[in-house]
């Protein structure tokens, strides 16, 4: 069986020509279609032209084809007697390469008849080739009706290829469907609205504080602390635990309005003076946990309510002290407020 091996260039922006076309009396299985884009990418058009019905049946239409990456057709492409194969390139020239066998039609055999588009309701013989959805079958019985390609009913001559971009390729707006209506429902970017368009937005406002009105409120009452001078209403006060630890532990009221101590021996408390102020008191609470058989030293300047310090806790056991000064720390009024719980 004779073969053929054709090469062809393909010229960017040209009208598709026919690259191979079947001679007479001739059967072609083309098994080699080779497209190269040898200096910079194009894209790449295919289709059969049918001479027995006048069909052009299309494979590829702008398939990108790159410098580096050649395009192989999968499918192995079937001509009868004056077939030939279209091609036509864009964006830059291409160069094909086709390759494959040659035979004779048998004389009084059967020839192939193009019946175009696949019908589910028309009846095909065999050598019938019918068109679905890109690609080319040949019907391989006789009688059939309603079996649609691909089956085992057909086989397939030219298998539709992927669908390419085709470059430089535009849509106008009124190209889309709907696309102007839509458009014509959004804002412009440059559109803006001012307080009064939208409805209910400037009372929203006029009921918030302004970063003036919040800068006054904190120099009244800063959030570091201040002074009240009318009555105050709480719901819930939450005062600061601060640990002591060793065996000489400070009080300093600056660090919180309540004290934790666990003894680990002989204990000598001392307190930090609060700041001084006229009219200002100041108290807090002393927690101790003995940690065994161990004393306690207080302040000189603690008066306390019972006449005398007060023991310490049996080991394992803590009492709650409570201490006041109304003087700046000079003086302080302690008392036992729970023993050995």
Known sequence: MPFISHTATIVAGAAAVAVYTCPADLVVTLS???????????QLTV????????????????????????????????????????????????????????GEAAAGSAVLVARGAYDPVATYQKLHIVEEAGSSYLCLIDGLTGVAPPSASWMTL?????????????????DVTGLQTALDGKAASSHSHGISDVTGLQTALDGKATSAQGTKADAAMPKAGGDFTGPVKTLEVRETVADLTGTTPAVDVAAGTSFKLTTSGNTTFTFAAPAAGSGLRFGFEVEVTSGGFHTHTWPASIVWS????????????????????????????????????
Do not use: C
């Not at 049946?57 to 410098?67: E, M, Q, T």
């Open 306 to 341: 019972s006449g005398a310090a007060p023991d310490a806790p049996a080991p394992g056991n803590t009492s709650i002290y409570i201490f006041r000064t109304s003087d700046g720390g000079t003086t302080w009024h302690g008392a036992l407020a729970m023993e050995n719980i």
């Open 158 to 174: 030219a298998e539709k290829g992927d669908e390419g971009q085709v470059a430089g390729h535009t849509h106008a707006i009124g």
């Open 32 to 42: 080699s279609i080779n497209v190269y884009a040898p200096t910079s990418p194009g």
């Open 47 to 102: 289709s059969i032209y049918r001479q027995s019905s006048g069909q052009t049946i299309s494979l590829l239409d702008g398939l990108n084809v790159a410098v580096n990456d050649p395009y192989t057709h999968p499918k192995p492409i079937m001509l009868s007697a004056g077939d030939s194969l279209m091609v036509a390139a864009a964006g830059a020239n291409l160069s094909i390469d086709l390759g494959g066998a040659v």
